[in-house]
């Protein structure tokens, strides 16, 4: 099997943060064209009056915003991969943040239920997403309040 260096992980890691960053910066930018044309076919949406029209761009604005912080703190926290500092509460709250970013871009994404047919499917799967990165970062908390506990001892 491929082994990547670590260091070169985390690398690469930054790069594609990076570049799903800029990408996503660039949805945000196209969305009102890609909305459109899937509202117009009928892709992902059912014939939506225009409180639902309306209330699916808010929702993928808010995916965004959401996507967007969390890619920051995705960075963030590569950063102090980078430095050797996982194992500190400022990893735990990253984290955190990211965990809630994706609790609740799932919870939009369910919400979205009535407008769209593969939409809790979608959600469901953001939402265990979340939920497992809230599971690392209890470990993770759990691992630094050990080595803080440690650190004290010796």
Not at 127 to 137: H, S, Y
Request: net charge positive.
């Amino acid at each position: 099997m491929l082994k990547i260096d670590r260091k070169l992980s985390v690398y690469i890691s930054i790069v594609l943060t990076a570049v799903m960053f800029i990408g996503t910066v660039a949805m945000a930018l196209y969305m009102p064209t890609l909305l459109d044309y899937l509202l117009s076919r009928n892709v992902a949406f059912a014939s939506l009056a225009p409180f639902g029209q309306t209330m699916v761009f808010i929702a993928a604005y808010a995916e965004i915003a959401l996507m967007l912080f969390g890619l920051g703190m995705l960075f963030a926290l590569l950063l102090l991969v980078h430095k050797k500092r996982v194992f500190t509460t400022a990893a735990v709250e990253l984290i955190r943040y990211i965990s809630w970013c994706l609790i609740l871009m799932g919870v939009i994404m369910i919400s979205l239920t009535f407008f769209s047919v593969i939409a809790p499917f979608v959600g469901a799967a953001v939402l265990f997403v979340g939920l497992t990165i809230r599971v690392v970062k209890n470990v993770i908390e759990e691992a630094v309040f050990l080595k803080e506990e440690n650190d004290l001892t010796v």
